[in-house]
T-cell receptor, first 114, second 115 residues
Framework: AQSVAQPEDQVNVAEGNPLTVKCTYS??????LFWYVQYPNRGLQFLLKYITGDNLVKGSYGFEAEFNKSQTSFHLKKPSALVSDSALYFCAVRDIGRDDKIIFGKGTRLHILP | DAGVIQSPRHEVTEMGQEVTLRCKPI?????LFWYRQTMMRGLELLIYFNNNVPIDDSGMPEDRFSAKMPNASFSTLKIQPSEPRDSAVYFC?????????????FGPGTRLTVL
């Protein structure tokens, strides 16, 4: 079955430092991967997706993600963290054989320290 | 567009009562998804529709849960009877064609508390 794993429940980063939120995947076939963000008391918002092409995907709010096939990873990154980036981040993968359903990871809470 | 609209935003009820959650997807979107989020289980897909037809309800926890989509602009998720373990935030999301082409747009959620 398709799945993603987010090994860290929480990540703390000082404001201005680079941040990384980790995600690894397990899929049959080509991986279609996504990142979503959830701010407090809000629904999830789409950040970026990898379907094919360049391994470095750029998304909203200055975020980017690096697809690494050999390591089966899709880590979310940002060069300089802002306090406003503090939120819950979800990695997700397309379900096998389906174009319409994605499976979310359990989420990683990102704290940016002022 | 106002985005995905959910009502009510908060619901507090007593065990055994019927609860109905409502969702209005973004106009023109042909997929609608219902999710449940708890601290223990994270984000779970309950059911989703394509063009008002239920496609996959394998995530619905039990027969107490039911969902309908009578038309393209309205969906309900009903719990009858409700139990304390149903307490969670319930999200509705919609998308245009499918996740490969368009992201899912989430509503603000309904926070359900069953006493």
């Amino acid at each position: 079955a398709q799945s993603v794993a987010q090994p860290e429940d929480q990540v703390n980063v000082a404001e201005g430092n680079p941040l990384t939120v980790k995600c690894t995947y397990s899929v049959s076939g080509n991986p279609y991967l996504f990142w979503y963000v959830q701010y407090p008391n809000r629904g999830l918002q789409f950040l970026l997706k990898y379907i094919t092409g360049d391994n470095l995907v750029k998304g909203s709010y200055g975020f980017e993600a690096e697809f690494n096939k050999s390591q089966t990873s899709f880590h979310l990154k940002k060069p300089s963290a802002l306090v406003s980036d503090s939120a819950l981040y979800f990695c997700a993968v397309r379900d096998i054989g389906r174009d319409d359903k994605i499976i979310f990871g359990k989420g990683t809470r990102l704290h940016i320290l002022p | 567009d106002a985005g995905v609209i959910q009502s009510p935003r908060h619901e507090v009820t007593e065990m055994g009562q019927e609860v109905t959650l409502r969702c209005k997807p973004i106009s023109g979107h042909d997929y609608l998804f219902w999710y449940r989020q708890t601290m223990m289980r994270g984000l779970e897909l309950l059911i989703y529709f394509n063009n008002n037809v239920p496609i996959d309800d394998s995530g619905m926890p039990e027969d107490r849960f039911s969902a309908k989509m009578p038309n393209a602009s309205f969906s309900t998720l009903k719990i009858q009877p409700s139990e304390p373990r149903d307490s969670a935030v319930y999200f509705c999301a919609s998308s245009l064609v499918g996740v490969l082409y368009n992201e899912q747009f989430f509503g603000p959620g309904t926070r359900l508390t069953v006493l």
